[in-house]
């Protein structure tokens, strides 16, 4: 099993819809989580973290289950700008290092 | 500000040849990662350096990679013999601190061809 597993997708919306992605991590250990998203040929670049409580930055929602192991991102309103993949990221317990397993990443393409 | 540096963007070699990555990272970071993109495999962290000296580098697929920090502002992963399965992009990344490793900046990538 992986450690942290996404739908690859792609998810296909219009403008302005609203879109969830979901990623389950394995280690029950984990302590840090984190969203990326890279575009098209480009670097990885972080999104957002993802906070015990759920934290919002704008048009984006990021919550965290511990007892089902999964986090979540929220994107209300999308945007064309917002296609990408978003990269699920767990830091390698026990926490105190940078080392992160990323997810493979789920695809959305925002249609006008 | 200079982001973090990736030499060079494009290298198609033949099998078997040596191939050098370099990389400089942000000026002022103390951490530094070596990363390898596929599509079959994702994104995985190959080995990271703290303060020039390696940490973790069991992500090193074999004894073929190799990876030096020789100063602050320099990295380079080397591949001797190259192989047709090491074709990928292999990005660089560094951040700034324990409690912010998880923010790291990536270079924009090296994408390697190995015919």
């Known amino acids: 099993r992986k450690e942290v597993e996404q739908d690859p997708g792609p998810f296909n919306v219009p403008e302005g819809a609203t879109v969830a992605f979901n990623c389950t991590y394995s280690n029950s250990a984990s302590q840090s989580f984190f969203w990326y998203r890279q575009d098209c040929r480009k670097e990885p670049k972080l999104l957002m973290s993802?906070?015990?409580s759920g934290n919002e930055d704008g048009r984006f929602t990021a919550q965290l289950n511990r007892a089902s192991q999964y986090i979540s991102l929220l994107i209300r309103d999308s945007k064309l700008s917002d296609s990408a993949t978003y990269l699920c990221?767990?830091?390698?317990?026990?926490?105190?290092?940078?080392?992160?397993?990323f997810g493979q990443g789920t695809t959305l393409q925002v249609k006008p | 500000d200079a982001g973090v540096i990736q030499s060079p963007r494009h290298e198609v070699t033949e099998m078997g040849q040596e191939v050098t990555l370099r990389c400089k990272p942000i000026?002022?970071?103390?951490?530094l990662f070596w990363y390898r993109q596929t599509m079959m495999r994702g994104l995985e962290l190959l080995i990271y350096f703290n303060n020039n000296v390696p940490i973790d580098d069991s992500g090193m697929p074999e004894d073929r990679f190799s990876a030096k920090m020789p100063n602050a502002s320099f990295s380079t992963l080397k591949i001797q013999p190259s192989e047709p399965r090491d074709s990928a992009v292999y990005f660089c990344?560094?951040?700034?601190?324990?409690?912010?490793?998880?923010?790291?900046?990536f270079g924009p990538g090296t994408r390697l061809t190995v015919t």
């Open positions: 000026s002022g970071h103390d951490y």
């Open positions: 990344a560094s951040s700034f601190g324990t409690a912010s490793s998880y923010e790291q900046y």
């Open positions: 990221v767990v830091i390698a317990p026990p926490g105190n290092t940078g080392k992160l397993i």
């Open positions: 993802v906070y015990s």
